[in-house]
């Protein structure tokens, strides 16, 4: 049965995209069984996954309104041995229409509960909002990946998304747990990262991964070549260190 994890924070820009894209071809060049689900209309990690996003048949959001399945839909991405549920900006319309569908935070969680003994793991890439959209994440998951940059209007921001996540395990979902707050785009020289780096440790102690995603720029270089930065550039800093990332996932979600 596969993992259901939301990478997820409501700031937009902090690394959402890049951390799924990354760990995605991570796991899978660990052997594992991956879907990544792109659940953002802006469609980066489709296009980051080299899936041309315009020229979809069918995207999630034909999936989430029912009009196909997950697997007539994913794709796998070439480089890196995952399968990709892509999106394009169709999805924006999905948070309208689904107003009216019944259970409509749960349709995400119905369509993957068809492939969950075709993957180990299964990702999601979630938009920069608490939406509907969000939410239909959280409700299909496992647990949350929090990126974050150590930066000081970052522990604000977290406070809205921690109190969401106790919201949906208390009514929707009572699987969904944080599974850990990842610290990304850090620049060691900074004296202020390093500070909001050691308050997240005493507020969150365990929950913060001990991998640290360094600022690199061949990662933020890579998704113009449709390629995770791990396959575009493995033995980059960036790469070097989401590589690490994906073998501390597998070792804290064993006892899940
Ligand atoms: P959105 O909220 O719009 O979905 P996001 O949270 O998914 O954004 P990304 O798209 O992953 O964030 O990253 C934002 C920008 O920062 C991108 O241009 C990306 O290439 C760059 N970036 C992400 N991580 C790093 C890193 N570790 N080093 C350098 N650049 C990075
Ligand atoms: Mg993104």
Same mark, same amino acid.
């Given at each position: ?25 991570? +796991? ?83 369509? +993957? ?58 009514? +929707? ?45 061949? +990662? ?37």
């Amino acid at each position: 049965m596969a993992k259901i994890f939301c990478i997820a924070n409501q700031k937009g820009g902090v690394g959402k995209t890049t951390t799924a894209v990354n760990l995605a071809a991570g +796991l899978a060049g660990l052997g594992l069984r991956v879907l990544l689900v792109d659940l953002d209309p802006q469609g980066n990690a489709t296009m980051g996954s080299g899936i041309e996003k315009a020229n979809l048949d069918n995207s999630i959001y034909q999936v989430l309104i029912g009009q196909a399945t997950v697997k007539n839909c994913a794709q796998c991405c070439e480089s890196s041995g995952y399968d990709v549920l892509p999106a394009n900006r169709d999805l924006a319309g999905a948070e309208i229409e689904l107003v009216d569908i019944d259970a409509r935070e749960s349709r995400l969680k119905d369509a +993957l509960a068809q492939v969950a003994n075709d993957y180990d793991f299964i990702l999601i890439d979630c938009p920069p909002a608490l939406s509907l959209l969000t939410l239909n994440g959280l409700c299909a998951a496992n647990g949350v990946i929090v990126p974050m940059q150590c930066e000081y209007f970052a522990l604000e921001g977290l406070s809205d998304l921690v109190n969401t996540i106790k919201q949906v395990h208390a009514n +929707l979902n009572p699987d969904l747990a944080i599974i850990g707050l990842l610290r990304v785009m850090f620049d060691t020289r900074m004296t202020l990262q390093q500070q909001v780096s050691e308050q997240l440790l005493e507020h969150f102690g365990d929950k913060v991964f001990k991998t640290i995603i360094p600022r690199n720029v061949r +990662l933020a270089e890579a998704p113009s070549y449709g390629l995770p930065g791990v396959a575009f550039d493995k033995s980059s800093r960036g790469a070097k260190a989401y590589l690490e990332f994906g073998v501390e996932m597998v070792e804290r979600i064993k006892h899940i």
